[in-house]
């Protein structure tokens, strides 16, 4: 049971965003920026983020070569472009949304790509690939580094090397946190250990069942534009 005061200031907003992690905290300041007058509110189950968003290796990429020749394969080079140019876009408009780099611990070092005898056959779309991506790179972005191959003490088993330049990493932790200190500045409420246990719409708005952890209690939201 939530007491009045807490259902008073919690228990309705404009909008609800279910999950603090990346895509629902970026969702609500989103919201936020389009809708100024708006409440927007984001629960998340756990006592922090702990989804993909906080457990994935931090990986700041668009795709490999033998990825995006199997997409091609799969959906075309139309559709393959389309998905490198938002991922490209994305991880751009996530670092300048946090306005540093240093908010969200991104590193560009480049990424090579291990090629094994089977997977030979793909280095025949390198340079396809390279037309296909350099309009949005500005220059080819696959390197054939075999050369290196030795250097770097790799045996038989690796048959060529390919470089990325722009191969990055993040600091997952850091980016959560600098993404919900900025959506806590935006003015967005984020509620921790709140996990919606069922949904219901009407024509106005959104009923919410949720489980509240700390309080081992269930109780009830709505989300519904009033402004």
Not at 121 to 143: C, D, K, Q, R, V
């Amino acid at each position: 049971m939530i007491s009045y005061w807490e259902k008073d200031i919690f228990a309705q907003a404009d909008f609800i965003v279910i999950g603090a992690g990346i895509i629902g905290l970026s969702t609500a300041i989103s919201l936020r920026m389009r809708h100024k007058k708006a409440k927007v509110l984001v629960l998340e189950r756990g006592t922090f983020p702990t989804g993909a968003s906080t457990r994935n290796a931090g990986f700041a990429c668009f795709g490999s070569l033998t990825e995006l020749a199997a997409n091609i394969k799969e959906w075309g080079e139309d559709t393959t472009y389309t998905m490198v140019e938002k991922r490209k876009k994305g991880l751009e408009f996530l670092r300048n949304r946090l306005g540093s780099d240093e908010a969200c611990g991104y590193e560009q070092f480049g990424g090579y790509e291990l090629i094994t005898e089977q997977q030979m056959p793909h280095l025949e779309a390198l340079h396809n690939m390279n037309t296909m991506l350099t309009p949005l790179f500005g220059e080819s972005p696959f390197i054939d580094h075999s050369a290196y191959k030795q250097r770097f003490g790799f045996g038989d088993t690796v048959a060529a090397l390919l470089y990325c330049p722009y191969e990055g990493q993040i600091h997952s932790g850091k980016t959560m946190s600098s993404l919900a200190l900025y959506a806590k500045q935006m003015g967005v409420e984020i509620l921790y250990g709140v996990n919606v246990q069922s949904l219901c719409s009407d024509d106005k708005g959104v009923d919410l069942e949720v489980h509240i952890a700390p309080l081992h209690s269930h109780s009830s939201l709505r989300a519904e534009v009033k402004y």
